[in-house]
């Protein structure tokens, strides 16, 4: 939480219209990250589990 905090301490208290903007962006950052998490996720098991060498052989 430190880091995130800090992230923040660059904007002065006139410039809360950058800092909202800034903070916006970080979270459609996070969201598309999590969505792409998510959907590699929801790949079938067989289309990862083709590129692993088997542990049989």
Excluded at 6 to 11: G, I, L, N, S, T
């Amino acid at each position: 939480m430190q880091h995130a905090k800090a992230e923040y301490r660059q904007f002065a208290q006139d410039q809360q219209d950058e800092a909202l903007a800034h903070f916006t962006q970080r979270v459609e950052a996070l969201r598309n990250e999590q969505q792409r998490r998510e959907q590699q996720l929801d790949q079938p098991a067989d289309q990862s589990a083709s590129s692993l060498p088997s542990p049989l052989a």
